[in-house]
Antibody
Framework: EVQLLESGGGLVQPGGSLRLSCAAS????????MSWVRQAPGKGLEWVSA????????YYADSVKGRFTISRDNSKNTLYLQMNSLRAEDTAVYYC??????????????????WGQGTLVTVSS | SYVLTQPPSVSVAPGQTARITCGGN??????VHWYQQKPGQAPVLVVY???DRPSGIPERFSGSNSGNTATLTISRVEAGDEADYYC????????????FGTGTKVTVL
């Protein structure tokens, strides 16, 4: 059974930092890309960042580029999101999600087949 | 960047059919995926690749995609189907390729 368990959320002041973790189990972690998706209170889903299975490729939404860093430790089956220079608009529930790649004809597209329960990040003074 | 537009809300009586649209430029050329999110819970994949269902998802959930509109159809709606629904595509031409729709709140009357 696939399980994704986020931790590390909490209250932080504007300009502060926080590191989120996502412990994965039930699948071969290193074989899959992983993502972080967030949801501000009362708002829709927003993709934040993704990382390839090896960790060699990373991708970011424009809203977090230069402030957030995604990484993974495949020996620990854990995904991370280092968040720096936090702003009020970063307040959200942060979900980690397992990516699934559907590839054919030399091209791939991705969706999220499993999600964690989320961890709340509140940026406020 | 690629934009997906959904109606903010859809209301349906129990036992009837709910149709949730997801509009995007030539979306029929992309694969569309749908997620259900109940209050206070994480999203759950209910349809992938336009019309396939993950194991455990009832056959009442189906999808289609053509032209500029993808549609999630929920047949024989139950009270437990009340939730927010989001479409999603992969935009390979973008640096931030994961695109979500604006979301639709389905209310069971």
């Amino acid at each position: 059974e696939v399980q994704l368990l986020e931790s590390g959320g909490g209250l932080v002041q504007p300009g502060g930092s926080l590191r989120l973790s996502c412990a994965a189990s039930g699948f071969t972690f290193s074989s899959y890309a992983m993502s972080w998706v967030r949801q501000a209170p009362g708002k829709g889903l927003e993709w934040v960042s993704a990382i390839s299975g090896s960790g060699g490729s990373t991708y970011y939404a424009d809203s977090v580029k230069g402030r957030f860093t995604i990484s993974r430790d495949n020996s620990k089956n854990t995904l991370y999101l280092q968040m720096n220079s936090l702003r009020a608009e970063d307040t959200a529930v942060y979900y980690c999600a397992k990516d699934f790649a559907n590839c054919s004809g030399g091209s791939c597209h991705y969706y999220f087949d499993y999600w964690g329960q989320g961890t709340l990040v509140t940026v406020s003074s | 960047s690629y934009v997906l537009t959904q109606p903010p809300s859809v209301s349906v009586a129990p036992g009837q059919t709910a149709r949730i649209t997801c509009g995007g430029n030539n979306i029929g050329s992309k694969s569309v995926h749908w997620y259900q999110q109940k209050p206070g819970q994480a999203p759950v994949l209910v349809v992938y690749d336009d019309s396939d269902r993950p194991s455990g998802i009832p056959e009442r959930f189906s999808g289609s995609n053509s032209g500029n509109t993808a549609t999630l159809t929920i047949s024989r709606v139950e009270a437990g189907d009340e939730a927010d629904y989001y479409c999603q595509v992969w935009d390979s031409s973008s640096d931030h390729p994961y695109v979500f729709g604006t979301g639709t709140k389905v209310t069971v009357l």
